[in-house]
Nanobody, 124 residues
Framework: QVQLVESGGGLVQAGGSLRLSCADS????????MGWFRKPTGKEREFVAA????????NYADSVKGRFTISRNNAKNTVYLQMDSMKPEDTAVYYC?????????????????WGQGTQVTVSS
């Protein structure tokens, strides 16, 4: 059974950095894409980044491209989201998700398991 647990959220000033981690207790982590989504208060859930099963392919939302980096360590069953040059508009609950295939897309329907979320707040 897949269980995703996020960590690393918190409060940071604009221009600062945070690194989110998501550990998967399942045995098939290496076989699937992983993604990060976020949900700002009062807004819809939105795609942030995704990484393929091998880590060889990644894609990002335009709003975070060049500032955020997704990576994974299959030996540790963990996916990361490095967030640099953060902005107040990055404030949201961030969710780790497991893809249903090898390659991750930007639609939440392409993911079948979700973590509980971790709050990220960027102050101006």
């Amino acid at each position: 059974q897949v269980q995703l647990v996020e960590s690393g959220g918190g409060l940071v000033q604009a221009g600062g950095s945070l690194r989110l981690s998501c550990a998967d207790s399942g045995l098939t982590f290496v076989s699937y894409a992983m993604g990060w989504f976020r949900k700002p208060t009062g807004k819809e859930r939105e795609f942030v980044a995704a990484i393929s099963w091998s880590g060889g392919r990644s894609n990002y939302a335009d709003s975070v491209k060049g500032r955020f980096t997704i990576s994974r360590n299959n030996a540790k069953n963990t996916v990361y989201l490095q967030m640099d040059s953060m902005k107040p508009e990055d404030t949201a609950v961030y969710y780790c998700s497991k893809g249903s295939g090898y390659y991750g897309g930007s639609y939440y329907q392409q993911y079948d398991y979700w973590g509980q979320g971790t709050q990220v707040t960027v102050s101006s």
